[in-house]
C-alpha cells in the first residue's frame, strides 16, 4: 500500500478564443498543435490524473490522448468564465488529491521540470506555488487541496489570482528559468514568437 501523496492537474481549456478568431487550442505552434504542448507537459508532472476542462471548443474532446490519467470534462458553465471551468475543475477531482496543478491550455512553452520545484514548496508547508519571471507571477499554479472549497465557490471570469493573493506568505514563488510561464497564444500572431 502506497502513502505517496495523490497529485492532481487540470489544463483549462474551455475558453472561446474569441480574441484569435477561434479555434486557438488546436492551431499549430512549433508543428504541433497549442494544447497538445501543454498536455505533454502536465503528463510529465507527478500528477495521477490529468483533468482537461473544454467548452468553448468542443472538438478538443475529440484530441485528447487514450491515457488513464486524462480526462475530459465538459464545463456546462464555460461561458461564465474561467472561474466556473476552474470550479468544475476541482469538483471533477480525485477527493483525495493534496493538491492541483493548474496549466492554461494556451500556454506552449512552460518548463516540464516547474512543476517538481512546486511541489517541492507545498511540502515545506506553503499552500501555494506559482513560478514568476522578470517579477511577474506566471503558470501552473500548484494550489493545496485545503484551497479546493475556496476554488469550488469561483464565479465570473475571474480565476484564483485573489485566492492566491490573500495567501501572503503562504504562496512560494519559484524563480522560472525562462518566460514561457507568462507566454500565451492571445491572437493568431503568437504563433510565430
Avoid at 61 to 75: E, M, S
Wanted: glycine share 12%.
Amino acid at each position: 500500500m502506497t502513502t505517496d501523496p495523490i497529485w492532481s492537474a487540470i489544463v483549462l481549456a474551455a475558453g472561446q478564443s474569441s480574441r484569435f478568431g477561434g479555434g486557438k487550442l488546436r492551431a499549430v505552434y512549433k508543428e504541433k498543435p497549442v494544447l497538445d504542448w501543454v498536455l505533454d507537459t502536465a503528463l510529465s508532472c507527478p500528477a495521477a490524473e490529468i483533468v482537461v476542462v473544454y467548452g468553448g471548443d468542443p472538438e478538443i474532446a475529440l484530441n485528447l490522448p487514450i491515457n488513464g490519467r486524462v480526462k475530459g470534462i465538459w464545463a456546462k458553465n464555460h461561458a461564465l468564465g474561467m472561474g466556473a471551468s476552474l470550479s468544475e475543475g476541482i469538483s471533477a477531482l480525485d477527493p483525495k488529491s493534496r493538491g492541483v496543478l493548474v496549466f492554461l491550455g494556451d500556454m506552449p512553452r512552460v518548463q516540464p521540470g516547474l512543476a517538481t520545484d512546486l511541489i517541492a514548496a507545498i511540502g515545506q508547508g506553503a499552500l501555494a506555488a506559482a513560478p514568476v519571471f522578470a517579477g511577474r507571477r506566471g503558470h501552473p499554479v500548484l494550489m493545496a487541496s485545503a484551497l479546493f472549497e475556496q476554488i469550488r465557490n469561483l464565479r465570473g471570469d475571474q480565476g484564483a489570482g485573489k485566492i492566491l493573493d490573500g495567501l501572503g506568505k503562504k504562496l512560494a514563488l519559484i524563480q522560472a528559468p525562462d518566460d514561457g510561464c507568462l507566454f500565451d497564444i492571445d491572437r493568431p500572431g503568437d504563433l510565430l514568437a
